[in-house]
């Protein structure tokens, strides 16, 4: 059974610093493109981030330019994202997914179920 498990969600103070982690397990996803996405309350699910497989390309979405980063380690099958200088508008569910290429839309192939990260100003 595919699983991508997020972690490291929590309750923070506007400007605080914050790292999710993204467990996968059941497959190797060799070769996939990871992504962070989040859903705040009462909107959307959005595009965070995202990084090849190589590490090598990375985007962002615009909210999150210059404050956060994604990482990924393959050898054991995790994703991360650094998030520094957090904003209240930045609390959300995040999810980190999976898929064969770099996609900001919602159509990835596989999803975690969640972490909340809560920021109060």
């Known amino acids: 059974q595919v699983q991508l498990v997020e972690s490291g969600g929590g309750l923070v103070q506007a400007g605080d610093s914050l790292r999710l982690s993204c467990a996968a397990s059941?497959?190797?996803?060799?070769?996939?493109?990871k992504g962070w996405f989040r859903q705040a309350p009462g909107k959307d699910r959005e595009f965070v981030a995202a990084i090849s497989w190589s590490g090598g390309s990375t985007v962002y979405a615009d909210s999150v330019k210059g404050r956060f980063t994604i990482s990924r380690e393959n050898a054991n099958n995790m994703l991360y994202l650094q998030m520094n200088s957090l904003k209240p508008e930045d609390t959300a569910v995040y999810y980190c997914a999976a898929d064969r290429r770099i996609r900001t839309d919602d159509g990835m192939e596989y999803w975690g179920k969640g972490t909340l990260v809560t920021v109060s100003s």
């Open positions: 059941g497959r190797t996803f060799f070769g996939y493109a």
